[in-house]
């Protein structure tokens, strides 16, 4: 069976960096392995790849091609290990022997928490072996990158980490052209600095150090030594030695002291001879012995320390001394009772206080899989494919004591079928979503015919259980495409307790909400993209939302059923045939069966939105650091709303004086003094084409604010002013005449800011250059549009009964033109 396609992270390339196949969301193998044996033909010394997938304990095509083309071109690929942060976690092709594994710290060398960390799945072999700075990476930002705002961006990962490796790697290659990919992977790891509260299985050799690798005269081969896997119980382990050889390119000998620093108390590694001279031009032998009879069960590890003069070459040494561990039989059986290969099987500790690895099994030549695993529950899940139909198993809590067989027979598959009240909708996803309390797993295909669910184990119930059945469906037109689809249903039902074992269920319009939907256009060219996701109150089981295409403007309706409690969140995103986004979504929003309800999508002013702190938004204050996350883009109805932006500002003040900016919207908080003080706080962007309203937008709040208790972020009493004019569906009003906006003042949720006390609001037609005051009647401003086509700005200042100040401005918040 292929490996699904690996998520693409990003690449680095540089003069003597080479990149593979650059994917924009996804890379499918092929892609990758072209793209690395391109760079291989290339003459590439380093690859940098950030790409990954979980790994397997077969060696998978990319693995085999990293160990190929290192051979045949001595490239070193150099890998981001991997972004889950989880134990025995470093993904593919980062796990590749030859590779060099990277995962990522922080400024102060501390391990980033999304780190991938190993030991590696199978043999417990030594990855990562390196690491570098990977948390809040700024750089230069791509004007239509859909990360981040202005001219720069912070991001984190070991995406970040791994040019850093990359680029030393680079610079030791120009210094000696003649040395390999190995030598090159056993310099930079031995001249690293590791930290020594971190273990060898988190970080490999340590933090990369550049300057020490380019001025090193010697190198010690391995970079790291693996002794694998010392199997349980260990009443009879042997000593295990491994040889580490150390190059002298120099003139001169170098002479060494010998010495490992343990990192266990037991001390289970030991190196002989403790002294060795490495002759000029040669090497010199060391050996270095793991012996775990006495030592703890676990990872354990430590660092072979050369030294001599200026030299100190670290080499990180590791060895799992397993856990009380028993053989798990996997016996995979297809729908027609035979024996199967084509399976792909997952196992997972069930017990949250344990490591939250996974372990893939897929052997393409036996039905059967034996997997050693420590004592201890285990939640077990099997996709067992038949052509286009797959039968999806789950064992919730596998308890494991001993030596056992897990039957895994597609046979005990139960079917699922739902149907639509409309005959004419065809159904283009179909998803079964099981949550075990702390993660989510999905399943998913283009229809319910094609799937077939069983919960396996005892028959009970698991209290933190709940599985999720949901779909899409659209009514098809004249082409047969569900494009441009006037009516949509989503549909999502909650199953608490465990994994269903057949579900059936017949749709009337009676069970459902319509939602009548109007999409306007604001992008010249616009092409709509919607989804809606479906949430249990209490339960945060991830959503995979399934998008339908339409031209904007559109109108149709969508349809949700609202069993068991569901709230549903709703989305919206336009894109340009030039390039540019806007996205939109809703809060969680509770429907009523049999109700009709209209809802506006893309229509101005878009503005900021305020979010509740709870959703990880708004302007917040946390112990002395404040904090601005506040969408500027949200349309007249209020739906939070971001675009591509080009310029972008935010600056605190703090009784006057500049406490700090960026050059982003919101990023990093400001952290200040905890005495009380009057604060200004002002985000201002800019975006250009395709979006040709609120192109330049300002806000600016004034508050007051001292140290807040806790650790749960503070909202602070701001506020957000809103409008939403009755424009039509290409976000126009009619040039000439006399027209009213609906104004309101929005203020923050959870914040303790005061009553509207004032409200002013001016306009101008001239993109700002002048501005005129406007009058406010019963919630609208009145505004007198002149009588050709153009734009209409906005600037409102309003004040709270408690002196909070808010001023916005708007550059060409709506279009007017005439509609003869």
Known sequence: MARPPLKYKGVAPGATILAGKVCEIFCEESAVLAGMQW????????????????????????????????????????????????????????????????????????????????????????????????????AARAKDASHGDGSYTSMSGTSMATPHVAGAAAILAGQHPDWTAGTLKAALMGSALPNPALGVFDQGAGRIDVARATAQPVTAEPGGVSFGVQQWPHDDDEPLTRKVTYHNPGTTPVSLELSVENQDDAKPFTVSPTTVTVPAGGQADVSVTADTAKAPVGNLGGHLIAGGGDVRVSTPLAVESEKETYALTLKHTSRAGSPTVHYLTTLRQADPSGPAYEIPVQDPDDSSVTVRLPKGRWLVRSDLFDGEHTTHLVHPDLDLTEDQTLELDARLGKPISVTVPNPSAVQVSAQVTYHDGNSSFHFTSDRFE???????????????????????????????????????????????????????????????????????????????????????????????????????????????????????????????????????????????????????????????????????????????????????????????????????????????????????????????????????????????????????????????????????????????????????????????????????????????????????????????????????????????????????????????????????????????????
């Open 39 to 138: 760079a291989g033909e290339q003459g590439a010394k380093v690859v940098n790849l950030s790409l990954g997938g979980t790994d397997s304990v077969e060696i998978d095509p990319l693995e085999s091609a990293v160990a190929t083309l290192t051979q045949r071109y001595g490239t070193l690929f150099v890998i981001a290990a991997g972004n889950s942060g989880n134990e025995r976690s470093v993904e593919s092709p980062a796990s590749a022997d030859a590779a060099l594994a990277v995962g990522a710290v922080t400024k102060s060398d501390a391990l980033a928490d999304f780190s991938s960390r190993g030991p590696r799945i199978g043999d417990s072999a030594l990855k990562p072996e390196i690491t570098a700075p990977g948390v809040d990476i700024v």
């Open 450 to 820: 094609n799937m077939a669910t069983a919960q396996l184990g005892p028959d009970r119930t698991y209290d933190a259980a709940v599985t999720k059945v949901g779909g899409t469906w659209a009514q098809t037109g004249a082409d047969g495409s569900t494009d441009n689809s006037p009516r949509v249903y989503h549909l999502a039902w909650f199953h608490d307790g465990g994994m269903i074992s057949r579900f059936r269920r017949e749709v009337a319009d009676r069970d459902l909400a319509a939602i009548h939907t109007d999409y306007a256009a604001h992008l010249t060219g616009g092409q709509g993209r919607a989804a809606s996701g479906a949430w249990l109150p209490g339960r945060r089981i991830s959503n995979l939302l399934t998008e339908t295409r339409f031209t904007t403007p559109s109108v149709h309706t969508e349809y949700v059923n609202t069993d068991g409690g569901a709230q549903w969140r709703r989305y919206f995103w336009e894109n340009a045939p030039e390039g540019g986004e806007t996205a939109l979504e809703s809060p969680l929003i509770d429907y009523t069966p049999g109700r009709t309800y209209p809802e506006s999508w893309n229509r101005g002013v878009f503005s900021p939105v305020l979010l509740s702190a709870d959703e990880n938004g708004g302007l917040t204050r946390t112990g002395d650091v404040i904090r601005a996350n506040a969408p500027m883009y949200g349309d007249g109805a209020g739906h939070v709303g971001r675009a591509a932006i080009t310029r972008a500002r935010t600056a605190l003040y703090r009784d006057g004086d500049l406490v700090a900016e960026q050059p982003t919207l919101g990023g990093k908080g400001f952290p200040v003094p905890p005495g009380a003080a009057d604060y200004r706080l002002v985000v201002e962007a800019e975006r250009g084409a395709p979006a040709t309203l609120s192109t330049r937008t300002s806000t600016a709040w004034r508050f007051r604010s001292e140290h807040a208790e806790g650790d749960n972020p503070l909202p602070l009493p701001v506020s957000v002013i809103r409008f939403s004019p009755k424009l039509d569906a290409r976000n126009t009003a009619s040039s000439g005449g006399t027209y009213r906006i609906p104004v309101r003042v929005e203020r923050q949720p959870g914040s303790s800011g005061g009553g509207v006390r004032r409200l002013t609001v001016e306009t101008s037609f001239d993109d700002g250059a002048t501005w005129s005051p406007a009058q406010i009647r019963k919630g609208q401003v009145v505004v007198n549009h002149p009588a050709v086509e153009g734009f209409v700005s906005l600037r409102a200042k309003a004040a709270d009964t408690a002196g909070n100040i808010v001023e916005q401005t708007v550059i060409r918040a709506y279009r007017i033109a005439s509609r003869n």
